[in-house]
């Protein structure tokens, strides 16, 4: 059984970094393409990020390219992302998922693309 477990996460203010932390068990994490999803308030599940899964391939939402940073470390099973110039518009639950794919696919961005999440964590940016 594939578990997904994030850390991270809290109040910040508008401006400042958060990096969030999503550690994977019960399964071989490099075998896994990792993503970010974001859910603010009254809104719908949303694409952040994805990475590939040698790290070297990475997409990310126009709303936080150049902001927002998604890496993996293989070796400690764990997948980061890291949240730059944070804004209010940011804030929101922030959920790791995981497909065991060997590459990227054409729907990254979609949610059913991913079978394995984490609980979620939420990340509230003041203004």
Not at 54 to 62: E, M
Not at 110 to 127: D, I
Request: with cysteine; charged share 15%.
């Amino acid at each position: 059984q594939v578990h997904l477990v994030q850390s991270g996460g809290g109040l910040v203010q508008a401006g400042d970094s958060l990096t969030l932390s999503c550690l994977v068990s019960g399964g071989v994490f490099s075998s896994y393409v990792m993503a970010w999803f974001r859910q603010g308030p009254g809104k719908e599940r949303e694409f952040v990020a994805t990475i590939s899964r040698d790290g070297v391939s990475t997409h990310y939402a126009g709303s936080v390219r150049g902001r927002f940073n998604i890496s993996r470390d293989n070796a400690k099973n764990t997948a980061y992302l890291q949240l730059n110039t944070l804004n209010p518009e940011d804030s929101g639950v922030y959920y790791c998922a995981g497909n065991m794919v060997p590459f990227i696919s054409k729907y990254f961005s979609q949610a059913t693309n991913y079978p394995y999440w984490g609980q979620g964590t939420q990340v509230t940016v003041s203004s």
